[in-house]
């Protein structure tokens, strides 16, 4: 049964719907490749390999693209309400103001060297995770502790209603849990990061 939509390089999984569908660069994104994907208020954002778009939807589609570009990959976001905060592949975390979307550096003593894969807002603070290590961090404050930490963004599992997506060796399959078996689609799809959405789910995939 096809039951799916691919938005771009955010993929929708939509089980209402049928086949894959693209939205590219050609469709408003600055960059098909896409690494994150944040939920906002209004927005939708998304971090690509060249910037960030800020997408209006109505309903499933979008139907608005906003931009901000960047000289490196944009690998996680954290909407807070107030600010974006964003992780610049080699650059640290920074905080992308929404009303004219101006990035300022956050601890680059720490973090400016490092690849970012999530970012997560907590009270006063935030919490910062690279592939290896957990950043906590309190605002106002010099001293931050670091934890060993093993990340397991890149194996992402994603059931909707009954379900279940996987990345199998690069290439995003229905999983049957019951068999442990996969299987793929035609399309190569390799996915990044997800968020629900509009009885499915967006998938941030590469190229």
């Known amino acids: 049964m096809k039951s799916l939509i691919l938005l771009f390089s955010v993929l929708s999984f939509n089980v209402l719907a049928t086949p894959f569908t693209f939205y590219t660069s050609k469709s408003g994104l600055i960059d098909s490749d896409v690494h994150c994907i944040e939920r906002g208020e209004k927005f939708i954002w998304i971090g690509t390999n060249t910037g960030i778009n800020r997408l209006l939807f109505n309903g499933a589609k979008p139907v608005k693209f906003s931009k901000r570009g960047t000289s490196v990959s944009v690998t996680a976001l954290e909407n807070d309400g107030n600010f974006v905060w964003a992780g610049l592949k080699g650059k640290g975390v920074y905080k992308m103001i929404k009303k004219n979307y101006k990035l300022i550096g956050f601890r680059k003593d720490v973090l400016g060297d490092k690849e970012i894969k999530n970012i ?84 941030a995939t590469s190229r």
């Open 120 to 203: 997560k807002r907590v009270e006063n603070g935030l919490v910062i995770l690279t592939k290896s290590q957990k950043f906590t961090f309190q605002f106002g404050k010099e001293k931050y502790k670091v934890d060993t930490y093993l990340n397991q963004k890149d194996n992402l599992t994603i059931q909707i209603n009954d379900k279940i997506l996987k990345n199998n060796n690069g290439s995003l399959s229905r999983y049957n849990p019951e068999t442990k078996s996969f299987r793929s689609f035609k399309s190569l799809i390799k996915a990044r990061d997800y968020l629900s959405w509009d009885k499915g789910v967006l998938i």
